[in-house]
C-alpha cells in the first residue's frame, strides 16, 4: 500500500455540504491542501481563520480563476454541484457539466496529475426522477466522460465517486458496498464519502475507477478506515 498522499489537493466546492468533510478528513491524514470557493467570509466560518492562507477565491464559471486556481498543486478534489432546487442558481449545465470540464481541463493543462471527482449514483440512468431537473444527472455524466478522457491518459490518474442518497451521519459506522455499472441504489453518509474521496488519492484500486457507493445496510459497525471496502473493486 502506498503511504498517504504527499502532494498538494486543491477541493473545489470546499464549503459545501460534502466539500467541507473532505477538507476536514485531508487535515485528518495530514494531505496539504488549498481551497477553491466562491466566498472566503464563509470558509473561514467553517474553518478557522488559520484557513485564510489556503484559500483560492473564484468561480467555476470564469475560466482564467479557475487556471489561477489549479496552479501549483498535485491533485485535485471536485465536489462541486449546483443547486437544482435554488432557481436563481446557475443551471446544472453551467456547473454540473461544463464548471467539472472546465476545471478538468485546466487542471491537466496546468499539470495536475489526479484527478477525483464527486458524482452521483444513476447517472446512466436518464429516466431518473432526479432529471426531471435540468437534467442534472446527465449533465454529471456528460462531466464524468471528460474527466474519463483527459485523465486516462499515461502519467494521469483519476477516480470517480457516484454516492448514494447523501445523509448527515458521522463517517465509519457503517458497513459500506462499492459497486461499478451504476446498478445500485441506497444511502451514504456525506463523511463516508468524504474518506473515501481522500483516499482514493493514494489508494491503488481506485487508479482511473468509476464506482458507485451506498451503505451496505442501516446496522452500525464502528471502524477505523475504510480502505477495505477498496479490494472489491
Known sequence: MKPPF?????????????????????QAHGVDFRLFVQSGVRAVEQFGPEIVDRLVIGSVLNDKEVAAAVRNNDAVICAIGGNVMNPDAPPPSAIDRDGVIRLARA????????????SSLGVTHPEHPLNKYGRVLDMKLAGEDVVRQLYGEAGFRHTILRPGGLLDGPAF?????????????????????????????????????T?????????????TSLERFFEGL
Open 173 to 209: 459506522r457503517h458497513e459500506l458496498r462499492f459497486e461499478t455499472g451504476d446498478r445500485i441504489s441506497g444511502t451514504i453518509d456525506r463523511e463516508d464519502v468524504a474518506e473515501v474521496a481522500v483516499i482514493s488519492l493514494w489508494h491503488p484500486k481506485a487508479e482511473n475507477k
Open 107 to 118: 487542471a491537466k493543462e496546468a499539470g495536475v496529475t489526479t484527478f477525483v471527482l464527486v
Open 211 to 223: 464506482f458507485e457507493l451506498i451503505r451496505a445496510g442501516d446496522e452500525e459497525a464502528a471502524q
Open 6 to 26: 504527499t502532494g498538494t489537493v486543491l477541493v473545489a466546492g470546499a464549503t459545501g455540504r460534502t466539500g467541507q468533510h473532505i477538507v476536514r478528513r485531508l
